[in-house]
């Protein structure tokens, strides 16, 4: 059994710690926020972000970054995208070069357009890194609900370590060495379920959100690949399976913070209801760029950039990727 520390006490960090603690590692959660630690440690539940669900007492939670890092052999990194770059600086001084770290976020880093997994890299260049993601809400992960995921490192006894550590009977840890297409997919996915949401949001049909996932993938894979990821990760859990389930599931943060937005909500309005992070939000522009970067066709991207950013109505959105030029299914 491992000694594993899950960084982040939202509602994924909370979930993964559990799932550890139920697979027999020692436990210890770190949050940033005393006021998060204090209430987690009095209650023993998340009543914010993952409500109904028990802490189990073993586990350890602290505000203490040295305290979570020390002697772990396994460094889970489960905070949102815009708090990796800054967690990952505080956390090299206690940082041992034999210690595995594991990010599990979704997103992208705005200013540089990083994937996660390289920003890590850059902050502490002599650890091992994997990521882990899939088709994988907290709020069934939590309840034992069958899961598949996968476990994504250079170094394949890296991602074999991190399927041993997080596999049991209810949640399936597939491996895989290509770390670009893992992460593209989970950043990107939600982009695509805020697109899928909008267009719920407005009443729009099953038709509509068929057409938003299987173009919205197309237009995933294109980058990916441009950016030296391999096609196949994109029919995979990180891909396909990812996008199936925040597209369609009520517990998607992406995809209700969407269906608010379709409704006529303010962007600031619909993320001060969903309350925990949408990552799509900070994801978008930074797709975006990448799409200009790399000379590849995003256009539900681009449509979702101007609603979001720019106040283009969401109907008028959904009509200009309509209107498009026509095309053959499988070019540009
Ligand atoms: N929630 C899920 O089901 C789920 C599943 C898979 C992946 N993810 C990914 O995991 C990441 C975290 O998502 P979440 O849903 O747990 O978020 P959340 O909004 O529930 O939690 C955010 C947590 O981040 C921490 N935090 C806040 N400010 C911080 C700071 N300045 N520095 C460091 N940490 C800070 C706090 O512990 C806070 O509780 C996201 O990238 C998300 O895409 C989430
Ligand atoms: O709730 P969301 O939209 O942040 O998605 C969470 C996970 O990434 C689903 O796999």
Known sequence: MAAVSVLGAGSWGTALAILLNS??????????????VKELNETRENKSKLPGIHIPQDITITNSL??????KELLVMAVPSKFVRNTAKMMKQFV????????VAKGLEDTTLYTLAHVIGEEMPNNHIAVLSGPSHAEEVSRNIPTTC????????????????????NFRVYTSSDVTG??????????????????????????TKAALMTRGITEISRLGI??????????GLSGIGDLIVTCTSMHSRNRRAGILIGKGYKLQEALDEVK???????????????????????????????VLFGGKETKKAVQDLMIRDKKIEYTN
């Open 23 to 36: 697979n027999g590692h020692n436990v210890t959660i770190w949050s940033i926020i005393e006021d998060e």
């Open 150 to 169: 996968v476990a994504g490192s250079k170094d394949h006894e890296t991602a074999k370590k991190v399927q041993d550590i997080f596999m049991n009977s």
């Open 226 to 235: 441009a950016m030296g990821a391999d096609e196949q990760t994109f029919s």
């Open 182 to 207: 893992i992460e593209m997919g989970g950043a990107l996915k939600n982009v695509i379920a805020l697109a899928a949401g909008i267009s719920d949001g407005i009443g729009y049909g099953d038709n």
């Open 96 to 103: 041992r070069e034999d210690q595995i770290i594991v990010n």
């Open 66 to 71: 040295e305290e979570a890092i020390d002697d």
């Open 276 to 306: 925990m992070v949408v990552e799509g939000v900070y994801t978008a522009k930074a797709a975006l760029d990448l799409s200009i970067k790399y000379k590849v066709e995003m256009p539900i991207i681009r449509q979702v950039n101007e």
